[in-house]
């Protein structure tokens, strides 16, 4: 046990595993879905009030920054569900061990890009 530990660690060299990167994806995908959430009931409620308000809506939406902003909101829902499933599969315990853990994540970064490019790409 005469192993010399660092004093300072050094947190920019730290390499994160893909689960972990999964995980915080998962926590920002959600924040970013929950901050959202007042301004997408916004546009709902402009969409239903008039003619005149779901055009202006419509016309806004047209525009590239709020194409990407919403493509951004599209992945963040792709991922947190797929992420949220796999989740789900950890806690039902069939995914137990470390090399289907990181598969697992693979296939949650794989699918939820797959279906942003798949959604945005028929709605773009």
């Not at 829902?77 to 061990?97: E, K, N, P, T």
């Amino acid at each position: 046990m005469n192993k010399q530990r660092p004093k300072h660690l050094s947190l920019h060299l730290i390499r994160l595993p893909l689960p972990g990167i999964v995980s915080i994806l998962h926590r920002a995908s959600g924040a970013l879905l929950f901050l959202t959430l007042p301004l997408l009931l916004w546009m709902l409620q402009c969409s239903l009030l008039s003619i005149e308000t779901y055009s202006e809506l419509i016309d806004n939406l047209h525009r590239p920054a709020s194409k990407i902003f919403l493509l951004m909101v599209l992945w963040a829902f792709m991922h947190h569900f797929c992420a949220g499933l796999r989740y789900l599969a950890v806690d039902m315990h069939w995914i137990s061990d470390l090399a289907s853990a990181r598969n697992s994540s693979k296939v949650v970064i794989a699918v939820s890009l797959a279906l942003t490019i798949f959604a945005g790409v028929k709605l773009w």
